[in-house]
Every structure is written in C-alpha cells, then in structure tokens.
C-alpha cells in the first residue's frame, strides 16, 4: 500500500486497512457476520446471478470488411490477389495493358508452367482462407496498408512468417516473392492447426498513429482499441520500491539493488541473485535490516505494479468491445482490460502495429535525394543482385546497416562475404545464440562447394541454398514433407513439436518419419522415408539433426524481411551516403553518443558535418552540396516553435545580416534571452563573423533594446512627439578577445552534448598515441544501434592490462557501505566512449583529477561481462602532459641488453623526469622500445652529457 500511495511504513497519517478483516470471506463467516439480517445475504445471491455473463472461447468476433451491396468478400480478395499477381510476377507482363479478367490470367497459365504454378499456389491460400474463414482479415489488413502506401506512410516488407505467403504479395500486405525464396504458406496459416492468423506490420515510426487513427475512424472508436500491459515487481525495481517505503536511505538500497546481477532481456529473481551473487547472499545472511527488505521484496515480487499500453498491439471487433471485454482508460487511451493472449482466446483480432525508426530514415533519405539530386528511389524496384553493396557488406563497412551494425555481425559478413540476398537472410538467422554454431561450417561450405555432403540426395534441393547446412524453421518441414511424405499442415505441427523439445512426441514422430503410418483400416496416411528410397540408417541420422537444430531454427521469412530492410539501408548508404548518413542523425538526434558516433563515421568516409548556422540550417540535419548542416533542434533550450518561427522568418524576410537584424526580424513573442544564448554557445551565430565572446556580452541588451523598440512603436500607432523614422538599436560590441578553443568546445558540448568546431583532443592526438596502448573503439568494438543486433564486440579479452587516454566526460561519486567514495566516469578519445569505475583506494588518491573536462591516461585492467558494455578497473590516473615534438633515442646493441641498460639509467632518467618520450633502438633487430611516461625525460644539457658518456655520442640524439 505504501509503495501504491509513495508513503512510508511509519508514517502517521498514512493510508490503512484498520483491521484484519480486509479480505474475502466465504459464505460461513459472512452469515455469521450479518446473521440478524439473513436476508441482505440472500437478496446479494439474487443479484449475482441476475448478472450472469459468458465468455465466448475461440469464436472469431472479426469484424466485416465494408464493402457496396451485392459485393461478395471473397470474390473481392480474389480479383485483388490476380490483379496483384498481374503486376508483380513476369509470367504475366503481357496482360497489364489489357483490360482485366481472371479468365485471360488462367488462359495464359495453361500455356505457360510457371504461371501455371503461381495460379495454383494463389488458388490453394485463397481456398484455405476461405476455409478458415479469415477473407475479411485479409482486407481489413489490405486496407490499411493500402492507405498508407497512397498517404506516402512508409511501410515495411513485412515482418513474420505473412511473408511465405502469395497472395499478402499480390495484396502488398508484404513485399518478398515467397516462390523467389521457398517461404511456405503453412507456417504462416496452417489448416490442420486452428489459430488466429498473425499479420505484424511495420510503419514509419513518426506516421505509425495516422494509421491506427484511419483503422478507428473505419470501424468505429467503440470497436478498435489499444491493448493493455501490466508492469510486474523485477527483482531490483522491488529492492527499490520496498526500501523507499521502508524509508531506508538511498545509498542503502542502492547498494543492495546493484547487487541484484543485471541480465537484459531475461529475467532474473531475488533468489535467483542471492544464489549468483555471493556478496548479495553475505549481506542477507550478516545484515538484519537488509534481511527485512529482502524478505518483503520477495513476498512483492511478480506482482503487478502498474499498467500502460502497449506500444503496438491494436484489437478490433465487429461489436463494441464492451460487449466482449472490459475496458479502461489509461491516461488519454481507452484500453482494453485483457492482455493480448486473452483476447486471442476469446476470439477478438489483435494486431501489432510497429514503428520501425529504419523505415523513417529510409523514408527521409529518399527524400533528401529527390530534394538535393532529383532523383526519385522506388526502394522496392531496387536491385537486389547489386554486386557493389554485397562488395561493401563484405568488407565489413556497415555503419548504419539495419541489423547488420554491430561489431559481431560485421566481422561475419566479412567472412561471409556475401553475394546475393540468401546469405544476408541466412546471415541473420545464424548470427544468435545456438545456430552461431554453424557459421564456420556454413563459411566453409560456400567457399569450398565441391565439398558438401548430403546424407540423400533429395536433400541437396532443400538445403542446397543454405550450403547444406539446416537453417530455417521452413526446412525442416520441407525435409519432413519431401522425404517422409507428411502433409504440409502436418510438417508444420512436428516443426512446433521439435522445437518445444517435445521428446515423448519426437519419439513417436521418429517412428512416422521412417516407416510412415497407416490407420486401423490399413490406410495410408504418412509413406515415411524408406518406402521413398531413403535408408533406415540415413533417415534415423536426418531425424537427429532435425531434432538437434529445430529448437533454434528461425523463420526464413521474418528474416527475408528483414534482409530487404538490410540490403535497402546498404544500397542507400553506398550510393548516397550524405542523404543517408542525415538521415540516420535525425533519427538519433536525442542520443548524444549515437549522434557523436554517425558524426564521427561521416568525418572517417570524408562527409563533412557542418556546424549550425542560423541562416542555412533547419530543425532537422539537412544535406547541401554532399555536406551535412547540424539541425537546430538538437541544441539544448531551442524548440520546434521557435526553429518554426526562425525559418519562417527568414524564408519572409531574407537571411539575418547580424545579431541585430536577427532580432528585429524574427517574432520577440517565442524566443528568448535563454534561446539567444545557447544558439551562441551553439555556434548558430559565427556566420556574422564576431566573436562569441562579443555576442555573449550584448545579446541582452539588444532583446531588451528591440523588445522595447516595438512596444513604444507597435505598427499602425504613432505618437505625436516621434519621428516618423523606424527606431534602430545598435550594436557597440566591447573590445575583448575571442574565448580561448577549449571554452568555445565546453560550450558547444554543454549545448548540443557534442563538439562541433573541433575537439579538445585533436591538440593532443600525438600525445594520446604515444602514452597509450590502445584506443576506446579497441575495447568497446562498434556500438549495437539498432533492436535485434547482438551486442558488443572488444577486440581485448576480461582482464587484459590496458593505457587508454581522453577526456572525462561526466563523474558520478558513489559512497561505499564502509562510507568511503568511488566514481564512475565516463571517458571519451576520437574514437568512442567507456565507463571507468574507480574504487575507493585509487579514487583517494587521484581525487584531484577526477573533474569532467580532465584530460587525463587511465591505466586499468578491462572488465567485459555478458550482457554488458566492457569498463575499466582503474589502477592509476595521471595527467595528459603535451609533448612539445623532440624525442630522445638511444641506441643499444640488442634486445637481450635492454633489461640491463634500463636498470643502470633508471635512476638517472628519475632525476630529470619531464615531457620528452625516451626510445631505446636496437642495431641487431632494428628494434624500437618506448618507455613507460613515469620515464620520459626534460632535454637538460647534464641528463644529456651523461648519456653520451654511457653510450656514445653517436648513439644518443634528441630529434
């Protein structure tokens, strides 16, 4: 109740149950209770079944396509599916200029076997639909997509296994030729497995709600709705909740919570933890008060704590749902009070309606190509046997490549090399836990073909396109099918079995798949693999590995969707790299390390990203001649209202001259002295070519020089003692020196969370190199941005010893349960961004420079778990000291003596510690040794003396 109300225990005045007797009681003790009034109690009862209501299980409540009278709904979704097929295969070119017939499409499929073929798949998922009765899903799913594709909304190829499906093709519901890549129908609609049919949908994430707004404005806000979500007690979010009741401080918790291991996308429990963590369970053994949070939290844990939408599932009925469900409101939506697998149960039709961000930086991509060049992409008329963007793929450049981004899958696809979009399909669904597995068998097989084996030769057109290795979910029913005979339906119910580890069912499938089946009356029903010619030794062997592998297989079809969506950004960011590269800013433009990396990426490809500018830039990062303009709306305190009224205004007006004319022109009313400021900090306004530190000092004085300027003259109004003239205020700008680089950087980054001028490395760039062992994008490998990539990918290993240098961007302290104070930093060089952690001992002792904006060398040991971005365990800190360029070499005669020479000059170099790096070079290998920074020396004239008596003048030079 206290965490329900955000009170505490022992508060006074709080919310409570007065008694023990809150609960529901049963009949007994409720006629005990009100025995001199039996009556009320029997009346209740009355009531209760006056208000009877039965809910209806597994009968479909899909609501009817509205269509003109007479129109028949099947006949409808068939002369959609033709003209559909008319237009996307071929086979039937000849008849999209002729008026069209159902008829003529099946003249000319009986003279041509590959139209022949299409026409029947089309008419055998036209039967089963029919048969299920899903025709008006169909067109209600058409008719959504339809309006978005004639609204300009972006949508996706599709998503699921809808994709094995011909006619969601002919309709446009998907966009991949399920007969080009062998998708199945039956392991998106199965007959002999009555379920509700599942069509997912991707659409730009910025237009997503038009079209829900479209499907409620159809079929009536009373019959469409959003989904509800229930928010459960995690282990560490109840930690927190029961500990913020208990009124216990919050390091307290804290400490405690952190204990609890994290592990993204699992779930992990308290009990769970205290067998993991072995400091979680000392504490709750040792510690009374944290036993007391922990024992509540675990009686919380698992209960719902709050509800929300969901973020996607959309329900629409052919009644008002009160009539089937309870609803709600949450917030500004009416919901309903079921959650999605109910609603299935019941019958209702459930729908998920996505915002893939991908498909709005396609979307805007595009668009800034039409702008810039004029030229205008059909993304779904690409080609999509372009060798060049497989050439790129393989060479591991995927920067902004949808799922295809992170440093794992980057180093497969340059493995791979892949050719054709099969690879990037099977590519996607090998990279995952499990079927990882087969990757080195799979890369061995595609370079060296002549190799593979087959255990039967019927194997070899089912697998032949993965190099035979198994998969996808699609071939073990293929396998099942064309080996044992089993029905397409059927294949499909022993793929779900098999990967449910279903063993007693395996077993006697087993039994089916070899010797077959035949009824009671002695018909057959399943041939089995030795009645087809297949050995009972090979057939057993193909079982095993099905069972093996079903339980990770993917569906090939959600992954040729995918695909498309991989090689659609790869063709973009290969041909148009500027529009694309904006594009995927715009996207990221609230994530200032996802900014910082696109930015970085663009600068290394030799695309140049333009500081802002109040003249030239808009709200969004825009393109002009192949460079990119920094959008405003990403610098700190500026909103879209004033970018609107900027634009505008100088759209009306012409472009600002100076600080001024930017003043008098825009509209007072939605700017601001904040707004004003931080578009100087910004750098919005060094198109007047005065300094910041000038505009700083008068920025004020003009707002409030033109603010009162247009009180005292509004338009239309004269007084009787002015001049006619229009008043001007003008500018003295004090005589005071531009702020020094590193100021003009601090600003740029506290306004936007980047450096745009430049960065206060770029000084020290040589200096890093030779202090440091490796860079931050050596540790962290390139960063994961897109849902359903695999993480991070280090190119060092748990424990390895590591010098890295750059600038501390944030510091946040910590103190410890024995009261003393660590930190975490975050530490940013030209390449990336980690998190150092310093305990106690060390953060003692280099307290003094932990400060964000330090430029300091962290010397530590790397920390990488699963689940988690590698971190530095802090060891040391020390300053980055400039080197000033001379260096001092010292020749010895080979490697072996190094050891010696060091221990006699040791002390010596102590003496005259300084910023000049010392290098020993070896004649006999040609060897370079650069030592340790605590031995780098100043270029003193004794130091030096010293050292050619020891070595020779000849041997010792300071270049």
């Avoid at 709080?14 to 025995?35: C, H, Q, T, V």
């Avoid at 409808?76 to 069209?100: A, H, M, N």
Wanted: charged share 30%.
């Amino acid at each position: 109740m206290c965490i329900q109300t955000g009170k505490v225990v022992n508060e006074e005045n709080r919310m409570r149950y007065p008694s023990d007797e809150f609960y529901l009681k049963s009949p007994e003790e409720m006629y005990k209770i009100f025995s001199r009034v039996p009556e009320a109690l029997e009346n209740t009862v009355k009531i209760a079944e006056q208000c009877n209501f039965d809910y209806e299980f597994h009968k479909s409540k899909l609501p009817k396509f509205p269509l003109p009278e007479h129109v028949e709904p099947y006949e409808y979704l068939r002369d959609l599916c033709y003209k559909g097929l008319i237009q996307r295969y071929k086979e039937f070119e000849q008849l999209k200029e002729v008026s069209f017939s159902i008829e003529s499409v099946n003249e000319l499929a009986d003279s041509n076997d590959e139209a022949k073929k299409l026409v029947e798949r089309l008419e055998y998922e036209l039967s089963i639909i029919k048969q299920m009765g899903y025709v008006d899903y169909f067109l209600i799913v058409w008719d959504f997509i339809n309006f978005s594709v004639e609204n300009g909304i972006m949508t996706g190829p599709g998503r699921g296994s809808a994709a094995g499906s011909i006619i969601a093709y002919t309709l446009g519901i998907t966009k991949i030729d399920p007969i080009k890549y062998s998708l199945l129908f039956e392991r998106f609609l199965n007959p002999e497995r009555v379920s509700m049919p599942d069509i997912d949908s991707d659409f730009c994430y910025e237009r997503r709600g038009e079209v829900i707004d479209y499907v409620v404005r159809k079929y009536g806000e009373n019959s469409v709705s959003q989904i509800i979500t229930f928010g459960t007690m995690a282990a560490r979010a109840c930690i927190r909740d029961v500990g913020r009741a208990m009124n216990y401080p919050y390091a307290e918790v804290d400490r405690i919570a952190k204990m609890i291991p994290a592990a993204p996308g699992k779930a992990i429990t308290i009990d769970k933890a205290l067998e993991l963590n072995s400091e979680l369970e000392e504490a709750y053994e040792n510690e009374e008060r944290t036993k007391a949070l922990i024992d509540i939290a675990r009686a919380l844990e698992g209960l719902p704590r709050h509800t929300s939408t969901h973020a996607a599932g959309v329900v629409i009925a052919s009644q008002p749902l009160v009539n089937y469900v309870p609803m709600q409101k949450n917030e500004d939506n009416i919901v309903t009070q079921f959650t999605m697998g109910t609603l299935e149960e019941l019958g209702l039709l459930k729908m998920d309606f996505l915002g893939l961000r991908t498909l709005t930086v396609l979307r805007d991509a595009v668009s800034m190509v039409k702008d810039n060049k004029g030229i205008n992409i059909d993304l779904d008329k690409i080609d999509y046997d372009d060798k060049n963007v497989y050439k790129m793929i393989g060479e591991g450049k995927t920067v902004g490549i949808f799922q295809l981004e992170s440093a794992g899958m980057t180093s497969f696809m340059k493995e791979l090399r892949p050719d054709s979009l099969e690879d990037i399909i099977a590519g996607i669904s090998l990279y995952r836990p499990g079927p990882m597995a087969e990757i080195p068998k799979y890369i061995s097989n595609k370079n060296n073909p002549e190799g593979i084996e087959y255990l039967t030769p019927e194997l070899e057109s089912i697998l032949g396109v993965t190099y035979g290795c198994m998969v996808y979910q699609e071939q073990v029913m293929e396998i099942v099918r064309k080996l044992a005979g089993y029905s397409m339906g059927r294949s499909d119910l022993v793929r779900r079995a098999m990967s449910k580890k279903k063993h007693h069912v395996m077993e006697e499938e087993r039994h089916n798949f070899i010797y077959g089946i035949v009824d009671e009356e002695g018909v057959e029903k399943v041939p089995g693999c030795i009645k087809n010619g297949i050995s009972e030794d090979a057939a057993d062997k193909i079982f095993d590995s099905m069972m093996d592998f079903a339980s990770y297989a993917f569906n090939k079809s959600h992954a040729a969707s995918y695909a498309v969506v991989a090689f659609q950004t790869a063709y973009m960011i290969h041909y148009y790299p500027t529009e694309y590269i904006a594009a995927m800013l715009n996207s990221v433009k609230g994530d200032n390390e996802k900014v910082a990396y696109y930015t970085r990426f663009a600068d290394e490809i030799g695309i140049q990203v333009l500081t802002p500018n109040i003249n030239e830039s808009y709200a969004k990062f825009t393109v002009k001649e192949d460079k990119i303009r920094f959008g405003l709306s990403a610098i700190k305190n500026v909103g879209e209202n004033v970018i609107d009224s900027i634009v505008k205004s100088r759209e009306r007006k012409g472009v600002f001259s100076n600080l001024v004319d930017f003043c008098n022109k825009i509209d007072v009313s939605c700017i601001n002295k904040r707004v004003v400021e931080s578009l100087i900090k910004a750098g919005a306004f060094d198109c007047f070519k005065v300094y910041r530190s000038k505009l700083l000092a008068v920025y004020e004085k003009v707002l409030d020089g033109v603010s009162n300027s247009r009180k005292k003259n509004i338009d239309g109004q004269l007084s009787l003692f002015t001049d006619f003239k229009k008043i001007e205020v003008k500018i003295e700008y004090p005589e005071i020196k531009e702020f020094e680089k590193r100021h003009i950087l601090a600003m740029e980054k506290e306004m936007t969370g980047l450096y745009l001028s430049g960065h206060p490395l770029e000084e020290y760039e040589k200096s890093l190199s030779l202090q440091t062992s490796a860079k931050i994008s050596d540790i962290i490998g390139d960063e994961s941005l897109e849902d359903g990539t695999v993480g991070q990918q280090s190119k060092l290993k748990d424990g390895d010893k590591v010098i890295i240098g750059g600038i501390i961007n944030s510091v946040t302290k910590k103190v410890t349960r024995n009261n003393d104070m660590m930190a975490f930093i975050k530490l940013e060089d030209l390449y990336g961004v980690i998190e150092i952690i310093i305990f106690p001992k060390v953060f003692q002792k280099y307290r003094t420079l932990v400060d964000e904006d330090s430029i300091v060398i962290v010397k530590g040991r790397v920390s990488i778990r699963e689940e988690e971005q590698p971190k530095i365990l802090c060891e040391s800190l020390e300053p980055v000291i400039k080197e000033n360029g001379e260096k001092l070499y010292i020749q010895i005669e080979d490697e072996s003596s190094l050891k010696n020479v060091l221990h006699e000059t040791k002390s010596l170099f102590l003496d005259f510690k300084g910023n000049v790096p010392v290098y020993f070079c070896t004649k006999k290998e040609r060897k370079k040794f650069r030592l340790d920074r605590d031995l780098w020396i100043n270029n003193d004239i004794e130091l030096l003396s010293n050292l050619r008596k020891m070595f020779g003048d000849k041997n010792v030079k300071v270049i």
